[in-house]
């Protein structure tokens, strides 16, 4: 036996190397495409809902105009409905169109505007 050490040291081929390697590629360049993917899809999510919000405000103001109107005929119409109660008192023919629809007058402060109306009473 010779005293020299006879170490046979070969360094790992390079195509082991190489097979780790690729399936690291890959899987990066698939995480990459993903978070590409999903970073694209929130900008048109942003941009979709930036457009939603546009139309909301704009459908708000369009009907602005429509919501005073119909509070202006409601107050009209409050405004008929008492001149009748208070036209029943002496006419036969207003009293009777009173008790077949069954037209009531609140209680003064009883309800508050927004507040749901007391129930009818039950026709006779």
Do not use: C, H
Not at 5 to 24: C, E, G, I
Not at 68 to 86: G, M, N, P, T, Y
């Amino acid at each position: 036996m010779s005293s020299e050490s006879n170490y046979n040291y070969q360094p790992a081929s390079t195509s082991d190397s190489v097979s780790l390697q690729l399936p690291f590629a890959l899987l990066s360049a698939a995480i990459a495409v993903i978070l590409v993917a999903q970073t694209v899809n929130i900008f048109k999510a942003r941009t979709s809902l930036n457009e939603a919000k546009v139309k909301l405000s704009e459908g708000y103001r369009n009907r602005e105009p429509l919501v005073k109107q119909s509070k202006d005929i409601q107050e009209k119409l409050q405004a008929i409905v008492l001149d009748l109660l208070v036209l029943a008192q002496t006419d036969e023919d207003a009293k009777k169109i009173v008790a077949k629809y069954n037209i009531q007058q609140a209680a003064k402060g009883g309800s508050s505007e927004g507040a749901p109306a007391p129930a009818p009473a039950p026709a006779k």
